[in-house]
């Protein structure tokens, strides 16, 4: 149980285009999704906080403007890289968290496969 | 906000040897710690969480201790393998923004 999954895996695009990336809890609802972000050797960085039906939070220093969050279902989260440049290529990860575990803690979150994003 | 530190940043042991990784917070208010798995261009994948109303928790040759007190817990892996080898995460919770803040991470080699 508690899968998720992220499409694409991987994609390659041109300076100025715009990427959407999708997230997806395939066994349990989520009403809370996170989005992160993690450089080649680096850690770890949470960007947003997604909530069902509402607006996403963000982290300081990440333009809400440029990383458009849409939770529109409680098992599909999206994340919309607009006017995409070269310094936004990275390892993007999402995570879920299954507020009715009953095997696990409710806390527990559990991280898609990630989508490599490359902007030439 | 949470501030994260893991020791030690990367970390070789011969196989069969114990591994341990410490990581410090310092939101006195965290009540979940997590330890994350990452292999190379992959997701983390849990490992072993703990609650603060336990010090220590095991599963197989995994075990985490926790100090709340210090606040501190640590990562224990006994008899390793090389399929040990990845970058393990600490990342405890915030419990008042109700996220999780990672560590820098430790690059774990396990030399057969």
């Known amino acids: 149980g508690a899968v998720v999954s992220q499409h694409p895996s991987w994609v390659i695009c041109k300076s100025g285009t715009s990427v959407k990336i999708e997230c997806r809890s395939l066994?349990?609802?989520?009403?809370?999704m996170f989005w992160y972000r993690q450089f080649p050797k680096q850690s770890l960085m949470l960007m947003a906080t997604?909530?069902?039906?509402?607006?996403?939070?963000?982290e300081q220093g990440v333009e809400k403007d440029k990383f458009l969050i849409n939770h529109a279902s409680l098992t599909l989260s999206t994340l919309t890289v607009t006017s995409a440049h070269p310094e936004d290529s990275s390892f993007y990860i999402c995570?879920?968290?299954?507020?009715?575990?009953?095997?696990?803690?409710?806390?527990?979150?559990?991280f898609g496969p990630g989508t490599r994003l490359t902007v030439l | 906000g949470e501030n994260v530190e893991q020791h030690p940043s990367t970390l070789s042991v011969q196989e069969g040897d114990s591994a341990v990784i410490k990581c410090t917070y310092s939101?006195?208010?965290?009540?979940?710690f997590p330890w994350y798995k990452q292999e190379l261009g992959k997701r983390p994948q849990l490992i072993i969480d703990?609650?603060?109303?336990?010090g220590e928790k095991k599963d197989q040759r995994i075990a985490v201790t926790l100090n709340k007190t210090a606040k501190h817990f640590s990562l224990h892996i006994t008899e390793t393998q090389p399929e040990d080898s990845a970058v393990y995460f600490c990342?405890?919770?915030?419990?008042?923004?109700?996220?999780?803040?990672f560590g820098g991470g430790t690059r774990l080699m396990v030399k057969p």
């Open positions: 995570s879920a968290r299954d507020p009715f575990s009953s095997g696990q803690f409710t806390d527990t979150q559990y």
């Open positions: 066994d349990f609802q989520a009403t809370t």
């Open positions: 990342a405890p919770l915030n419990n008042a923004g109700n996220m999780l803040t």
């Open positions: 997604s909530n069902e039906g509402s607006k996403a939070t963000y």
């Open positions: 703990i609650r603060s109303n336990v």
């Open positions: 939101d006195s208010a965290s009540n979940y």
